[in-house]
């Protein structure tokens, strides 16, 4: 993924396609006559700016989807975004027995972090077809801030932002530890006004794609590091649409003292249900053999959980998976130390 795709958010060009824009500022008349930086300095600069932005802005998408079912039946709702809505709706993956993993790599594939690599794609291919803007997370968050825009005239609802949530979740950042986000209680109503409503759900669209951001700057490649993917996922759960968090990685294999070694993946995943709490999962696999551990922090989940162990051990255990081992915890994952130069917590 290139710095270019983090620079949203930008709303995808209609024919499907189009280079991503520059993150370097525009040049004035004034900048002319000074010395330029380096391209890589400059874009660099950009980006740490606009991750400074997306960190004091972001949110969970989990309470725009509960204040978007809540919309979905009122007659206030703009008829341009209804449509939008409804697809974001749909975009909830099951956690029952019914999932499979074609459901769970849709979910990924769909996650916003992979637009500007799919409409790269599409504008590089013979017949664009516009595919990857159809059921992206991020491009649905863009169309929908489009459907909800105020007239050019309204300034103070195009200067409005929402106050951040208090109990917004920490930034993503790669390697981080994971946190799922339990189902939101809506904040409006079905006769809120027009503007009130219109004005709520583009703060929290705007609020989710800043989230979209940052899991795609926690994606970027770091020298001498394997590939990395942090993404966040719509769950439905029993008490409505909670958010799961994944990050994926491998290390490439023959590293290090290790070199000629098979590469090793490993899969971590957070989701929060009620009434069950915080349930995290951490699959690694190389080599031929996959070890997952399950860490439930409420006591009943992991009961749940260590119940059925034998039977997800015998549903791993393919050919490929090779030898299997699951275990199954109680409490939460070891809080890892943030590397430096990440994010500042304002809120203490």
């Known amino acids: 993924m290139s710095v270019g795709a983090l620079s949203g958010p930008i709303a995808p060009a209609p024919s499907g396609g189009g280079a991503a824009p520059s993150l370097a500022p525009t040049p004035t008349a004034a900048a002319s006559a000074t010395p330029i930086a380096p391209a890589a300095t400059t874009a660099q600069s950009a980006l740490s700016a606009m991750l400074g932005e997306a960190a004091a802005a972001q949110d969970s998408l989990a309470p725009l989807l509960a204040n978007l079912a809540v919309a979905a039946g009122s007659p206030n709702l703009p008829q341009a975004a209804q449509a939008t809505v409804a697809q974001l709706l749909a975009a909830q993956t099951p956690l029952d027995a019914e999932v499979t993993g074609a459901m769970l790599r849709a979910a990924a594939q769909n996650s916003g972090l992979f637009l500007e690599a799919g409409l790269a794609g599409e504008a590089l291919s013979d017949g664009a077809t516009g595919a990857a803007t159809q059921t992206d997370l991020k491009a649905l968050l863009l169309r929908l801030t489009a459907d909800l825009a105020p007239e050019p005239d309204d300034q103070t609802a195009t200067n409005a932002r929402a106050a951040p949530s208090p109990d917004r979740p920490q930034?993503?950042?790669?390697?981080?530890?994971?946190?799922?986000?339990?189902?939101?209680?809506?904040?409006?109503?079905?006769?809120?006004?027009?503007?009130t409503m219109?004005?709520?759900?583009?703060?929290?669209?705007?609020?989710?794609?800043?989230?979209?951001?940052?899991?795609?700057?926690?994606?970027?490649?770091k020298p001498g590091e394997g590939p990395r993917w942090v993404f966040e996922a719509p769950v439905a759960t029993p008490t409505g649409a909670g958010m799961a968090q994944f990050e994926i990685s491998g290390d490439g294999g023959g590293s290090g003292s290790q070199a000629g070694a098979a590469p090793t993946w490993r899969a971590r995943f957070s989701v929060n249900t009620a009434p069950n709490g915080p349930v995290h999962a951490e699959l690694v696999l190389s080599g031929g053999r996959m070890r997952v551990t399950l860490m439930a922090e409420g006591e009943d989940a992991r009961q749940a959980l260590a119940a059925d162990q034998d039977d997800l051990r015998a549903a791993l255990a393919t050919e490929e998976a090779g030898d299997v081992a699951v275990r199954v915890l109680g409490g939460a994952p070891t809080q890892p130390q943030p590397p430096p130069g990440q994010f500042l917590d304002r809120r203490s």
Do not use: C, D, F, K
Not at 179 to 194: E, Y
Not at 205 to 213: D, G
């Open 198 to 221: 219109a004005r709520a759900l583009r703060q929290q669209a705007e609020a989710a794609l800043s989230r979209v951001q940052l899991s795609q700057a926690a994606s970027l490649p």
């Open 171 to 195: 930034p993503p950042v790669g390697a981080g530890q994971l946190a799922g986000q339990a189902a939101a209680r809506p904040s409006l109503v079905t006769g809120a006004p027009p503007e």
